[in-house]
C-alpha cells in the first residue's frame, strides 16, 4: 500500500461511538518533563452504537501508567495499551469507572498540539485531535462530557492555573511549594474543546453584564509587563459580546470569560470553552508596534473566538466532516460583526480580495475539495480558505436568497433545535427549509462540489421593444474527484445602470425585490421591460455569489459603473476588471488599445479627486491595482510571474503620472496631526494616504524615495512607519538598506514587530532575496521553532513574493522545500502549510512547472514525512 492510501477517512463511513463518557474528571499535575495527567472517565455503552464492540480510546505518542476500572486495577491480559490506542476488548454493558494515568512530557512537545509550553508557560491545543495526546479518550466531536478539571503545578512557575467553566475551589498543597485550582464547565462539551493554561501572566480585565443582567468576568492574560498592550482586545470583546446579543440574541452563559496570549502557537487562535487561547499576535496592540490592520484583525479574531461560543461550542460538529457548519458560520457571524463596527462596502472588499487570493487559487488547484470534503487523510489539512471563506459566503447566499428576517428565524431555529448536540449541515440547512418552507435541496451543493462557477453572461438591448435581456451561462471546472459538474443555486443581485449614470428600473417578475435573481440552471435568460435607454448591467453586487465572471462589458462600461453605480461594491469591481484587463494584456504580450490605458488612469484620477474625502478607505482601495497573483490566476496557465510583475509596474507608473498632482495634493492634505486612534476612519485616511505614497514612488522613484525615507523618519505610529519602509524595500539602494537596519535594531526587543520585518524583506521581489532570508535565518529573533518566525520569514516568501519563489532556475523552489523538510519533523501542521504553497504550480510555465515538479517530488521521497506533509505533497502532484 503507498503511504497515502492508508488511513483515509470518509464521511460516509460515519458511524456512532459504541461508547459515551458522560463526565470527565481530569487531575492534571503540571511538571515541565513529566506532566501527570489522571482521568477519571464515567462511560456507558452507546444505544446507538455496536453492542459487543470493544473500547477503544484514541491515543497519541501516550504512556500509560496506570488503568482502573470500576476501582479495580485491570490485569495484563484484559487491555492493551500502546502510544496510539488503548484497547479494552471486553468492557462492561452497563455504566462504568474508568481511571487513566498518563504521563506526558510538555516540553518536549513541538509540534504545539496537546500540552506544551510556551515561554515557559504551559499551555494546550485539543482542536482537531490534540485531547488523545493528554490522554486516552473517545476524541471525536460527537462524544460530548461534562469536564471537571484540577490543575496542580509549583507556584513559581505557575501561579496562574486556568481551565474551562467556572473556578470551584483553589488551595495549596500542603508541605510543598505546589498549589491547585479546580474547574468545572456545565456544559457537555467535546474532547476538542478542552483547555487549561499555567504559567505567569498579567492580565487586564472588567465586568461585563449580560443581557439577562448576570454579571461576566472578562480576562485578558499576557506576558507580565505587556498588559497595556492587551486593552484593544478586551474591549473588542466586550464589543463582541454585546453585538451577539443585539443581532442573534445569543447571551454568554459562564461566569468568567478569559483569553490567554501565548507566543507559540500553530493557528490564529482557538476557541475552547470559556478559555480562549490565542496566538498573541491576535492580542497585543500598541500604537507604536502595531498597524492597523493588526488592530482589525485583532478584532475580528476575537469576535471569530468569540462567536464560536454559540456556533462551535454550544452547537458543536458530528464529525469533522462538518467542519464548516462551526467556521463557515463562524466567519460570516464575524465578518457581519466587522462590518457593522467599521464600512460595510470597505469591509465587503476586504472579505472578496482574501478569497480571491487564498480561496479561489485553491478551489482551482489540486487541493481543491468541496467545502464539505467526502474525505481526508489529515483533518489539520482541511482548515482551509475553502471551508473558512467559501464556507462564509455560502452562508451569506442563503442569506441573500432568503431575506433577513427568515435568516434570523432560521438561525434562531437552529441555535433551539440544536444546543447541547453534535449537528450536521443538514441540520442547519433544515433550519431554514422549515422557516422558509423552501426546498434547499438543490442549494446545498454548494456544501459537496468544489471548484468556482465561472459565470459567463451577455446583454443585448432591443430599443423598439424597450427591453433588455441578459443571457447567463454556467460551468464550473473540474476538481479532483470531481470531473463532471452539476449547475449551482447562484443568488444573483444585479440592477441597471442608465450610460448617464443614473438607476435605471431592473423590471422582472425573475427579480425579488430585493433585486435578486436566482439563477440555478446550466443557462438562463432574463428579460427586463420598460427600458428606456441602452443600459449598463451591474451584476453580483455586493459580491452575492462566490464565482468568476466573464461579462460582455466594453471598458467604457466599466467606467460608467464605476463613477455611478449605486452599489459599493461594484464602482470598485468595475475598476479592477478593467486594470485587470490592461494587466493581463500587457504580461501576455496581447494588445490592448492605447486609450483604455489613459482612459483608467483618468477615471482613477476623477474618482480619487471627487471622493477621496468621502470614503478614504474606499478610495484606497480603488487606487489599488489588482495582485500579481490575482493576475496569474486569470491568466490560468503557462504563467510567467516576471511578465506579470513588469506588467503591473508598469501600470503603476502610468496610473500614477496621470494622477500624479491629485495624489501629492492628498498626501499632503491627509497628514496626521492628532495623537494616534485605531478607529476606521482614522485608518482609512492613513490607507489612502499610504497608497499615494505607494503610487507617486511609482511614478518618480527618487520623490518616492525621499518621501518615504521622511515619513519612516517622522512616523508617530507603526502604520505609517511600516507603510513608509514597505515603499522603500521597493527601491534598492542605501536609502533602503539603512532604513532596514535602524527598523531591525530600533524592535530588537519585539519579536512581533520584528515578524513584520522578516516579512517585508522576505517579499522583496529581487535576485538577492533568497540569500537575505538565508541569512535572516541566522538572526538571533529567528526561531526554526516557532511558528509565526516560520510564517513571517519562509511562508511570507513562498505565498507573497511570487517572482522570487517562482525563480526559472528552481532555487525558490528548493529553499523552501529545505524548509518544508527541516520543520516536518518539528512541526507537521507548520511545515504542511507551507507546502501549500506550491499549490500553484500546475498553472506556471513549463520551466517553471518542471522545476516545482522536481522540489515536490524530492519531498514525497522522503521517507519518514509526517502525514500532514505526506497528504499535501501527494494531493499536490496528483
Ligand atoms: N477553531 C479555530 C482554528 C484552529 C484549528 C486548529 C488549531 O490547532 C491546530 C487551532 C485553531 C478557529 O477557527 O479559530
Ligand atoms: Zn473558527
Redesign the pocket.
Known amino acids: 500500500m503507498r503511504p497515502e492510501e492508508s488511513h483515509i477517512v470518509r464521511l460516509k463511513d460515519y458511524r456512532p461511538s459504541d461508547f459515551l463518557i458522560d463526565r470527565v474528571e481530569l487531575d492534571v499535575r503540571l511538571d515541565p518533563r513529566a506532566t501527570r495527567v489522571t482521568a477519571t472517565l464515567s462511560l456507558r455503552p452507546n444505544p446507538k452504537g455496536r453492542p459487543d464492540a470493544p473500547l477503544v480510546l484514541d491515543g497519541d505518542e501516550l504512556v500509560l501508567k496506570g488503568l482502573s476500572l470500576d476501582g479495580r486495577a485491570l490485569p495484563a491480559g484484559e487491555f492493551e495499551a500502546g502510544p496510539q490506542a488503548l484497547t479494552i476488548s471486553q468492557p462492561p454493558r452497563q455504566p462504568f469507572t474508568l481511571t487513566v494515568e498518563t504521563e506526558i512530557d510538555p516540553t518536549a512537545n513541538t509540534k504545539?498540539?496537546g500540552l506544551y509550553r510556551s515561554g515557559g508557560n504551559y499551555c494546550t491545543?485539543?482542536?482537531?485531535d490534540?485531547f488523545r495526546r493528554i490522554t486516552y479518550f473517545l476524541d471525536r466531536p460527537d462524544v460530548l462530557s461534562v469536564y471537571t478539571t484540577r490543575i496542580e503545578a509549583d507556584r513559581d512557575e505557575a501561579p496562574v492555573l486556568l481551565g474551562n467553566g467556572n473556578p470551584v475551589e483553589r488551595g495549596a498543597v500542603a508541605g510543598t511549594n505546589r498549589h491547585y485550582a479546580v474547574w468545572h464547565d456545565p456544559y457537555p462539551k467535546p474532547s476538542y474543546l478542552f483547555a487549561l493554561v499555567g504559567g505567569r501572566l498579567g492580565h487586564v480585565g472588567k465586568t461585563f453584564v449580560t443581557m439577562s443582567g448576570r454579571p461576566v468576568r472578562l480576562k485578558v492574560y499576557v506576558e507580565p509587563g505587556k498588559e497595556d498592550r492587551a486593552g484593544y482586545a478586551l474591549d473588542a470583546l466586550e464589543r463582541s459580546m454585546r453585538w451577539d446579543e443585539k443581532v442573534f440574541g445569543r447571551e454568554y452563559d459562564l461566569d468568567e470569560f478569559n483569553i490567554v496570549a501565548v507566543s507559540d502557537?500553530?493557528?490564529?487562535?482557538?476557541?475552547n470553552k470559556g478559555l480562549n487561547i490565542f496566538n498573541d499576535k491576535y492580542v497585543l496592540a500598541s500604537p507604536e508596534t502595531a498597524t492597523d490592520a493588526d488592530y482589525a484583525n485583532i478584532e475580528a479574531?476575537i469576535a471569530?473566538?468569540y462567536f464560536?461560543n454559540w456556533s462551535?461550542n454550544r452547537v458543536t460538529c458530528r464529525d469533522w466532516f462538518q467542519l464548516c457548519l462551526?467556521?463557515g458560520l463562524?466567519?460570516f457571524r464575524d465578518q457581519e460583526f466587522s462590518s457593522d463596527e467599521r464600512s460595510r462596502p470597505v469591509h465587503r472588499i476586504a472579505e472578496v480580495k482574501t478569497l480571491r487570493a487564498r480561496q479561489f487559487p485553491e478551489d482551482a488547484s489540486p487541493l481543491a475539495h468541496p467545502v464539505r470534503p467526502q474525505q481526508y487523510r489529515e483533518i489539520?489539512n482541511f482548515?482551509t480558505a475553502t471551508v473558512?471563506e467559501k464556507g462564509a459566503e455560502i452562508v451569506r447566499m442563503l442569506k441573500t436568497l432568503i431575506g433577513d428576517e427568515d435568516f434570523r428565524r432560521g438561525m434562531d431555529l437552529y441555535f433551539e433545535r440544536c444546543d447541547g448536540t453534535a449537528a450536521t449541515v443538514e441540520d442547519f440547512l433544515d433550519a431554514f427549509a422549515t422557516v422558509t418552507g423552501r426546498d434547499l435541496g438543490h442549494f446545498a451543493r454548494w456544501y459537496a462540489q468544489a471548484g468556482t462557477p465561472r459565470v459567463t453572461v451577455g446583454g443585448t438591448y432591443d430599443a423598439a421593444a424597450q427591453t433588455y435581456r441578459l443571457d447567463f451561462a454556467q460551468s464550473t471546472p473540474p476538481t479532483p474527484g470531481q470531473p463532471q459538474k452539476e449547475p449551482m443555486a447562484i443568488p444573483v443581485r444585479l440592477g441597471l445602470v442608465a450610460r448617464d449614470g443614473t438607476a435605471l428600473p431592473a423590471r422582472s417578475e425573475r427579480v425579488s425585490p430585493q433585486g435578486v435573481f436566482l439563477f440555478d440552471k446550466a443557462q438562463d435568460s432574463l428579460v427586463f421591460t420598460g427600458v428606456t435607454s441602452p443600459p449598463v448591467p451591474s451584476l453580483f453586487r455586493d459580491f452575492s455569489a462566490p464565482v468568476r465572471t466573464s461579462l460582455d462589458l466594453t471598458d467604457e462600461d466599466l467606467l460608467v459603473l464605476l463613477r455611478h453605480d449605486t452599489d459599493a461594491f461594484n464602482r470598485w469591481q468595475a475598476g479592477q476588471t478593467v486594470a485587470m484587463r490592461l494587466l493581463v494584456a500587457l504580461a501576455t504580450g496581447a494588445a490592448a488599445p492605447d486609450g483604455n490605458f489613459d482612459a483608467l488612469a483618468q477615471a482613477l484620477r476623477d474618482f480619487v479627486i471627487r471622493d477621496a474625502e468621502r470614503d478614504p478607505a474606499f478610495a484606497a482601495l480603488v487606487l489599488t491595482l489588482p495582485g500579481e497573483s490575482d493576475v496569474a490566476q486569470e491568466i490560468g496557465a503557462d504563467v510567467d510571474p516576471d511578465a506579470i510583475h513588469r506588467a503591473r509596474r508598469e501600470l503603476r507608473r502610468i496610473v500614477a503620472t496621470v494622477c500624479r498632482d491629485a495624489l501629492a495634493d492628498i498626501y499632503d492634505r491627509f497628514a496626521e496631526t492628532g495623537p494616534y486612534s485605531p478607529d476606521a476612519a482614522s485608518a482609512g485616511r492613513r490607507a489612502l494616504r499610504n497608497v499615494c505614497l505607494d503610487l507617486l514612488a511609482a511614478a518618480d522613484a527618487g520623490l518616492g524615495e525621499r518621501m518615504a525615507s521622511a515619513q519612516f523618519e517622522a512616523a508617530s505610529n507603526m502604520t505609517d512607519r511600516l507603510a513608509a519602509l514597505g515603499v522603500l524595500t521597493t527601491l534598492p539602494g542605501a536609502a533602503r538598506e539603512d532604513a532596514l537596519a535602524a527598523f531591525g535594531e530600533r524592535y530588537a526587543g519585539e519579536p512581533l514587530v520584528l515578524d513584520k520585518w522578516f516579512t517585508l524583506q522576505a517579499s522583496i521581489q529581487e535576485d538577492g532575496t533568497l540569500q537575505r532570508i538565508r541569512s535572516l535565518m541566522e538572526h538571533p529573533a529567528f526561531s526554526i521553532g516557532n511558528p509565526n518566525r516560520v510564517r513571517s520569514l519562509v511562508g511570507s516568501f513562498a505565498m507573497l513574493n511570487p517572482t522570487q519563489f517562482n525563480r526559472p532556475d528552481g532555487q525558490g523552489y528548493d529553499f523552501v522545500a529545505d524548509v518544508v523538510l527541516r520543520v516536518d519533523p518539528l512541526n507537521p501542521?507548520v511545515a504542511a502549510r507551507l507546502l501549500t504553497a506550491f499549490a500553484t504550480w500546475r498553472i506556471m510555465e513549463e520551466g517553471r512547472r518542471n522545476r516545482a515538479c522536481e522540489a515536490l517530488r524530492r519531498i514525497a521521497e522522503n521517507a519518514s514525512l509526517s502525514r500532514d506533509v505526506a497528504d499535501i505533497v501527494h494531493r499536490s502532484l496528483e
Open positions: 504545539l498540539m491545543q485539543c482542536e482537531a490534540g502557537f500553530n493557528m490564529g487562535a482557538m476557541e479574531i471569530h473566538e464560536h462551535g462551526k467556521e463562524t466567519v489539520n482548515y473558512y501542521q
